[in-house]
């Protein structure tokens, strides 16, 4: 549905400066001599990756011709994949829903981003060009969520990525299990918890069937409602449902509600997947799996195995892996997948579990995840093997622009940490585009 | 280590043929579910006929272990290694040419074999995995001076995440009261038998373990409040356990103290104070208490450790510093995750800790975090030390443990590549010459 839609951001910006980055693009850029793993294909050795205008035109062997006026940048011994899209992130400082009631869906993540937050940068660092950021879990329901592109920008609406209609793409985002457990009103128990939730979504079909039956009659229209206009949107899929649950009974419990509303849903964190894999993949309902490094810490992730993307994967379901960054740290985002590797999952799944599987989850399977002529030229240049610890990210490309390179000193703080790596950033952290995209 | 890497293949071949020439007598790890192995991680012991057993046998078997690549971290490391474990001891180590490995003795081989990993500093055992008020038992929020508080008072070996740091080589830990009060307790060193505190306890008094900065505050109105509380509080209490130490040295009868003797064994040098701490202020005043009191310190979490570099090493002082994968906010949000490295690279002595986590995960895998330093300049090879031999020497047990060296404990640990490769398992541990398994394929 985003397809058509102009990839580039050039189209918002105002800034003289940002113009010039813009127009920087306009080079073509081949990257040569990279082992590229483009995702929809074989891996290419020696490959060449052409981008034109903040999209790939071409990718690959040796022999794949090149523009002229070209801007040749040499890759000899890199690996070249595409950028990662985390399909579940905290980033930009986001805050969602308050206190007063468990489900807020009029409240939207886009309105609680901090642009100049430096998880930001880090989330650059760590090759993730897309990102869902989602509010918290202490809710049935704590907003709507916001699908970026790790753009360097000024402004959140820089970072948005937009539907064809123009408006901001993203989710809504719904919790099960004992993060959204605290005192009236707030659910005490389970069997509360679902039927709070089960009532809002009844609410929200009554709205529906108002809004359809007032048609275009404004005398019939029912009032405006925000938050029920966004879950309308849910019943109507149109908003995908985010949903954080860990235990195989709360799992259980999202895939009766979902069953009973027809939402669409991705299931998030999934600790006890591996024990409803056969459940999730009759429901075709995709995962995002977190990848901790030991069980425990709350209840309900006491039974946390380290195999759950590689049973999940067996079982048929399409799973994808994500940060909840601060939980998991988005420079460390390629660990995430290395360890399910490690965990038994299939070395091509798990690249496409950073990538084109977390793009399906938010609808943008057509325009990012792998590297594909036509899509947006996002992509990430490795050092080595993918899952190697010793691997390091040294540049991040978002649309044909530079994000993040290693051998920038300030692009090295964020990347490593040290002294005023967390603090906020300026916006002027924008100039690689400046110098024809190196 | 990723030399071997590129002579995988070859490594492959001579396990193969190791297998031929010694025939079965591995240990045969039992197929587990994830269930098997994170909802009850059996603390079976395995042993070398492939028996599990609930206990440990009554005494350890003699076996033997082979690597292509033995890191004994006494001399260089050892293509084609062997070592004979008798009686829960290193009975012969070197490379398989000249060690005399009798016929019939049971055979394990591994791809690379190291002394096992000693975690420098946790709270495992005493922090549960359920992470319920019941089985936090790591912080007593009751009074702020307390380090008459002993580990082996609340050490719980049943939990489940001592097997599971266990599954990741990890053989020995030094663990006990957390970060979170001035003076929160006593810490202790403790071998991952998971069997109880009394049966595998190395050394009962290790460090005592205080806090400084906003750690180490106390909630509401309470002292201290703030920094400099915190240090006259530290510093009177050490001036009254001096006054108190010299009222017993001569006066026989005089009552015992438990908070002013637990304190008293840091003045004589006996123990160091493990004092965590983040900000270059705060590792400022834990240099001046020590130097003051001329107590032993070691400087634990110091995120901002790289600021102070020339004054921690004029002090002599040991780092810990925080894991790799630590969060970068609050105190830490100066942290860098190339801390080991520029320890290194300076030449501070230092050792690699897991640390104390509050939520999840709720135990960091020192192994993973000396991955993630090594993938950030560490060279493996001082990651390795850290784990082992510079370890022991932290906490004085180098006598037994760090190095495979004969007469020294039997812990091991077994994997099947570079240790600190994010897709390398560990396919076996070795404590005291009990073998164990490592639970489900993970």
Known sequence: ??????????????????????????????????????VDGPVIEQGVLVVVGGRIVAVGPASTPRPEGAIAIDCAGKTIVPGLVCSHSHIGSVAGADGSGPIQPEVRALDGINPRDPGIQ????????????MPGSGHLLSGQTLYCKLRDVRTVEELAIRNEDGSVAGGIKMANGTNPQRDAPFPGTRGKAAALMRAQLHRARDHQQKLAAAKDDPSKTPERNLGLEALVEVLEKKRVVHHHTHRQDDILTVLRLQQEFGFRCVLHHVSEGWLAAKEIAAANVPCSVIVIDSPGGKLEAANLSLQTGAILDAAGVLVGFHTDDGITDSRLFLRSAALAVRAGMPRDKALAALTIANARMLDLQDRIGTLTVGKDADFVVLSGDPFSVYTRVEQTWVEGNKVFDLADPQDRLFADGGFGASDDQSVSLCCYGQQGGQ | MRALLRLAPLAAAWLAACEALHGGGGVATAPQTPAASAAAPAPAVVTPTGGVGATAPASPP??????????TMAGAPIRDGVVLVRDGKIAAVGPVADVDVPDGT??????????????AHATVGLSGVLNVPHDQDMLERSAPVQPELRALDAYNARDPLVGWLRGFGVTTAHTGHGPGALVAGQTMVVKLHGRSADADVVKSLAMLAVTLGEGGRSAGNKSPGTRAKSVAMLREHLQKAREHAQKRAKDPNAPVDLALDAAAKALDREVPLLVTAHRALDLQSALRVGKEFGVDVVLDGAAEAYELLPEIQ???CWVLPHPAMARAS???????????????????PFALQSGYEAYVPKTRVVLFEAGVAVGRGLSPEQALRALTVDA???LRIDDRVGSLVVGKDADL????????EYTTHCVGTVIDGLQYGVGAPR
């Not at chain 1, 650059?124 to 897309?130: E, L, N, R, W």
């Not at chain 2, 003699?62 to 890191?71: D, Q």
Request: proline residues 7%; aromatic residues 8%; neutral net charge.
């Open chain 1, 1 to 38: 549905m985003l397809r058509g839609f102009p990839s580039s951001f050039a189209s918002l910006l105002l800034s003289g400066l940002l113009a010039a980055v813009a127009a920087a693009q306009d080079a073509p850029l081949v990257f040569f001599g990279a082992r590229i793993e483009p």
């Open chain 1, 122 to 133: 880090k989330a650059q660092a760590g090759g993730i060009t897309a990102v869902n950021i």
């Open chain 2, 62 to 71: 003699t076996f033997a272990v082979f690597a292509a690549e033995l890191w």
């Open chain 2, 106 to 119: 049971p055979a394990r081989r591994a791809a690379v074999v190291t002394p096992g990993l000693i975690d």
């Open chain 2, 314 to 316: 004029a002090a002599g």
């Open chain 2, 330 to 348: 609050g105190e830490l949000k100066n942290g860098t995750m190339a801390l080991p490295k520029l320890l290194a690279t300076a030449g501070v």
């Open chain 2, 392 to 394: 022991a020497r932290l």
């Open chain 2, 413 to 420: 640990a077994l994997f099947d590549g570079d240790p600190f």
